[in-house]
């Protein structure tokens, strides 16, 4: 008879599917990214864990002082055409990057003749910080820790293996031990033996020593909260050479016949190694009387032979004799038991791993599409440039054209003429409202002034506003303070002085010989005044608008780069500056339009500038017959009718009746100053409405939508084919280049992509 761990009965497992299915998927490493059936070995220390897998696994654990499990022990077999073992340190998920990569370099690999491991455990031990001794007068031995949350991984490979994992996790204690251990320690282990247990696709294997009560055993507490039907936990009795007393002995076989504390899946009795035995002992087996170093793969067979053929021996007495019936007895029936149990286990859960695999290949390719195509070469870099400007601009064309279908305008900060067309409605409103100085005499309604809240339905909701955001954005991007201007200016209504006295003031003390009129001077100057607050208004509107247009870019770069170093170097060596001078040219621009308005010649060809002056002109003329008709007849008498209508329920076609005598008097009683005053402001008022509306539509189409939108160098046209094909290759490397850690990144992915596949693939045959 071979050794156990390549015993026939082994072979059973691959004569399932789902099992066979299973073993693929350890091949292809699939045990690392999602969870797979595996046994593992829970227990009070001392309990004799490590001697049970020893039976399972033909791996014998070094016996030392000092080298009890203080870890979890991840024992994974593996089938290969090479046989070896390798041992590496999987690092706590807390570990900083420095000891990752420490622990990660820890790498031993042995041949299958020497499997003396107690050196390679206790260098273990020390690259895992692991204090083994009270004795240690280390001077750094207050840094060092009892227990670790580190997983010593050994794999066993070679041809007869069967794909199994095995894992020891430290044993349960309750009390601290001055020097070595402590609460916390208890509190370690209690959790690490829970988080592996909880795991539905473990079988759980309770070890319990003979020689104590069952009833004091914590572990079969924990097994049954995380397995309260008991589907996964198998009782494993060890020592029972220690159970010497008759009613001990009793005990363990009505344990095992079920009659107390019975577990669904039963208990099994193995005798342990002995704590002395050695390879040279007779128990041990072995030695090196032909000369073979010792623990050479046959020297190994030879203990494990004679171990099983002791342990068979040991219970063909009284009282476990009378047990042989159940097949609870030894390594044997104990390996042929977990066999089913690991069939059971892993038939129930093949669907949910089947989808776990889905997800994690889902996930892993999802995360290799957002970084891209390799970039090792100029040609790469490039092309992979220039399909992200490529993408780039096609969605900056549908943030232009308002066509927000794909889902990534479901954000509303990359709704960009939303936002923009908003902010001028806003910057409208503010110069119709408040953008003068003082209000004008009688507000005269001229024509197409419609105030913006009111439609032919009634008063519109206000938009929600992007105020808030500017301040936000402007932190961000805090290089753009030197361009932006009166960002936070809020524009105060008018003044509560009277523009008409304002206008007499300027026209006297400028007023010079001639006879009733008055210089464009002064006209210019009251202009200039009453449109003081266009400068800080206009440029406030304009450097919005630019946060809006910077903002949505970013934002934009992002979807289309998701690679945070490309993103950051395309920024810093390509587009910042370029950005910046296209902002520039827009404020430089909205100071040009303010200048020409405010402090040029004032001038328009728009012929309701004049519409606009004999209107209120022809009301004012209105407003003093009505004064008149009042102080007089006032009766008016309707053009379409012969009959009266009395006070002022006036229409566009009713007339007054006026004594002639009165009417010289309209305009002969008012002062040459009061008259030219009247046709000042008249003017003023006539070409302040007409040249608001020109400035806000100059400004609208020159500035925000020309120079920030749809220029040729406007800053949504910078990031563009044209500009990657002017990269050289020094610009290409130091943008798009990956860096090492990157390649190897994506050499990993590819490579994991790749596995989950096959794995993908081979549970979907195998779910057939």
């Known amino acids: 008879m071979g050794s156990l ?11 399932d599917v789902c099992v066979g299915v299973i073993d693929t998927l350890r091949e292809l490493g699939m045990a690392d990214k999602v969870s797979l059936p595996q ?43 090479v046989e070896g073992i390798d041992i590496s340190i999987i690092p706590r998920s807390d570990s900083n990057e420095a000891r990752r990569e420490r622990l990660r370099g820890f790498k031993r690999s042995l041949g299958v003749d020497d499997l003396a491991l107690a050196g390679v455990f206790a260098e273990a031990n020390v690259a895992m910080g692991i204090r083994v001794s009270l004795d240690d007068d280390d001077p750094g031995s207050s840094e060092l820790t009892t227990f670790s949350e580190d997983i010593l991984k050994i794999e066993i490979s070679g041809p007869t293996q069967q794909h199994l994992t095995v894992i020891d996790v430290p044993g349960i204690f309750r009390t601290a031990t001055e020097n070595l251990t402590t609460e916390d320690d208890i509190l370690l282990v209690r959790n690490m033996v829970k988080r592996y247990i909880a795991d539905k696709r473990t079988v759980i294997l309770a070890v319990v020593p003979c ?38 002995q009793n005990a363990v076989c009505d344990l095992v016949r079920g009659k107390v504390h019975a577990l669904r899946l039963g208990y099994y009795v193995v005798k342990n190694r002995g704590s002395d035995d050695t390879d040279n002992d007779d128990d041990g087996g072995g030695g090196d009387e032909d000369g073979k170093k010792k623990g050479s793969s046959s020297s190994r067979e030879a203990v494990l032979r004679k171990r099983h053929n002791s342990e068979k021996a040991f ?22 038991a977990l066999q089913i149990l690991l069939r059971a286990v892993t038939k129930k859960e093949f669907k949910n791993v089947t989808a776990d695999l889905e997800e994690h290949l889902r996930a892993r390719s999802a995360e290799l599409e957002l970084m891209g195509d390799a970039r090792n070469d100029a040609g790469q870099q490039r092309r992979y440039l220039g399909r992200v400007s490529n993408e780039f601009q096609t969605m900056a064309s549908c943030a232009r054209q308002s066509q927000y279908a794909r889902p990534l305008f479901s954000h ?99 007023r010079g010989v001639g006879l009733g009129t ?46 945070e170093e490309v993103y950051g170097q395309l920024m810093d060596i390509l587009l910042r500056g370029k950005l910046r001078d296209a902002y520039k040219r827009a404020m430089d621009q909205a100071e040009l339009l303010l200048s020409i308005e405010r402090h040029g010649q004032l001038m328009t060809m728009n012929h309701h500038f004049s519409h606009n002056v004999q209107t209120a002109q022809g009301k004012r003329l209105l407003e003093a017959l009505d004064k008149i008709a009042d102080g007089g007849e006032p009766v008016l008498h309707h053009s379409y009718g012969n009959h009266h209508m009395q006070g002022r329920d006036l229409d566009s076609s009713a007339m007054l009746r006026v004594p002639r005598a009165a009417i010289p008097g309209v305009v002969a009683d008012k002062s040459n100053a009061e008259l030219v005053r009247q046709e000042i402001h008249d003017i003023l008022h006539s070409y302040y409405e007409v040249a608001r509306r020109r400035f806000v539509d100059v400004v609208c189409q020159q500035v925000v939508f020309h120079l920030l939108l749809d220029a040729e160098d406007s800053p949504l046209r910078i ?49 057939r």
């Not at 220390?45 to 897998?53: A, D």
Request: overall charge negative.
């Open 5 to 15: 761990h390549q015993q026939k009965t082994v072979n059973a497992i691959g004569g």
């Open 39 to 81: 046994l593992v070995a829970v227990g009070d220390q001392s309990s004799g864990k490590s001697s049970v897998l020893e039976s399972i696994t033909g791996f014998a654990f070094p016996r030392a002082p000092g080298l009890c499990t203080r870890y979890a022990t991840q024992i994974t077999c593996r089938r290969d055409a």
């Open 211 to 248: 020689n104590v009560d069952i009833t004091t055993q914590e572990v079969l507490k924990l097994a049954k909260d995380v397995d309260p039907d008991g589907l996964r936990t198998l009782g494993v009795l060890t020592k029972p050479d220690l159970a010497t007393e008759r009613a001990t």
């Open 315 to 336: 219970f063909s007495g009284a009282p476990w004799s009378a047990l042989r019936h159940t097949n609870r007895l030894g390594s044997q029936g104990l390996s042929s």
């Open 412 to 510: 509303w900060d990359l709704r960009l003429v939303t936002r923009v067309v908003r902010l001028l409605e806003d910057f409208d409103d503010a110069m119709r409202t408040r953008g003068h100085m003082r209000n004008f005499e009688g507000e005269a309604k001229l024509e197409g002034l419609v105030p913006k809240s009111e439609t032919l339905a009634g008063p519109m909701p206000e938009p929600p506003s992007d105020y808030g955001m500017f301040e936000e954005i402007l932190d961000e991007h805090p290089d753009l303070y030197a361009i932006l201007k009166e960002v936070d200016y809020k524009c105060p209504e008018p003044i509560n002085e009277s523009l008409m006295r304002h206008i007499e003031k300027v026209y006297n003390d400028s």
């Open 518 to 563: 008055f210089s464009e001077a002064v006209l210019l100057e009251v202009f200039k005044e009453q449109s003081k607050k266009w400068k800080p208004l206009v440029l406030s509107h304009v450097s919005k608008a630019i946060l809006i247009a910077h903002d949505f870019i970013c934002r934009l770069l992002i979807e289309v780069c998701p690679d």
């Open 719 to 767: 990031f563009g084919p044209d500009l990657v094909m002017a990269l050289d290759e020094t610009q290409l490397e130091a943008i798009a280049g990956e860096e090492l850690v990157t390649r190897r990144q994506r050499e990993q992915l590819e490579d994991e992509v790749e596995r989950s596949k096959k794995a993908v693939q081979a549970v979907r045959l195998g779910a």
